[in-house]
């Protein structure tokens, strides 16, 4: 089942500007992970946070996690062309057999 | 590292055939597999988890005699759509996971399998 909720949906934006994308979720988590994917192709790993940590970066990605809010974000900054993907956050639940509950995506465009 | 290679990348065949989709980690060991079906614009609905050497694990409403999963060996695991039927057309992906119990790790995707049933 589905537990998380990514919001945009969808949000397209210029080159060169900032995006941002929002995940909540419903339970206490071991870790928050974000994903990409590209039409038609499979899932690939940006970002694993763990439930203890508030702030991660990986090149132009920048990842918070809120576990009072259960909420967290991913920060693409000065986002280029091809960063075009829908992007995924999931949860790795505490007790749930190590499967990942998914959030419905977050369809981005980034218009050159 | 931690490569998944998932194939066929696209299967079209006719309405009663069976087909085998195969997920292999070519880098790494993995215990646990896991098998996904996506519909257009939606998310990830997990299918099963597949264990090496045991039975797979399915998710509520999914037939396992409708979809067999074998996971013989560390580094593959097999989706087998038996009989299938148009409405069995999607786009299947694989993961693989490395680590074992509860380590912080994420999971590797295959680049899925489209599968078409005329």
């Known amino acids: 089942s589905q537990q998380g909720e990514e919001d945009p949906q969808a949000l397209s934006i210029q080159e060169g500007e900032n995006a941002t994308m929002n995940c909540s979720y419903k339970t206490s988590i071991n870790n928050l992970q974000w994903y990409r994917q590209n039409s038609g192709r499979g899932l690939v790993h940006l970002i694993l946070?763990?439930?203890n940590e508030r702030e991660k970066h990986s090149g132009r990605l920048r990842v918070t996690l809120d576990t009072s809010k259960k909420s967290s974000s991913l920060l693409i900054t000065a986002s280029r062309a091809a960063d075009t993907a829908s992007y995924f956050c999931?949860?790795?639940?505490?007790?749930?057999?190590?499967?990942?509950?998914w959030g419905l995506g977050t369809s981005l465009a980034v218009n050159p | 590292g931690a490569v998944v290679s998932q194939h066929p990348s696209w299967v079209i065949c006719k309405s009663g055939t069976s087909v085998k989709i195969e997920c292999r980690s070519l880098d790494f060991q993995a215990t646990t597999m896991f098998w996904y079906r996506q519909f257009p614009k939606q998310s990830l609905m997990l299918m099963a988890t597949?264990?090496?050497?045991?039975?797979?694990?399915?998710e509520q409403g999914v037939e396992k005699d409708k979809f067999l999963i074998n996971h013989a060996s560390l580094t593959l695991s097999t989706l087998t759509v038996t009989s299938a039927h148009p409405e069995d057309s999607s786009f299947y992906i694989c993961?693989?996971?490395?680590?074992?119990?509860?380590?912080?790790?994420?999971?590797?995707f295959g680049d899925g399998t489209r599968l078409s049933i005329l």
């Open positions: 999931a949860t790795d639940n505490a007790g749930n057999n190590r499967k990942l509950i």
């Open positions: 993961s693989a996971r490395t680590g074992t119990g509860l380590s912080n790790q994420p999971q590797h």
């Open positions: 946070i763990r439930s």
């Open positions: 597949s264990n090496e050497g045991s039975k797979a694990t399915y």
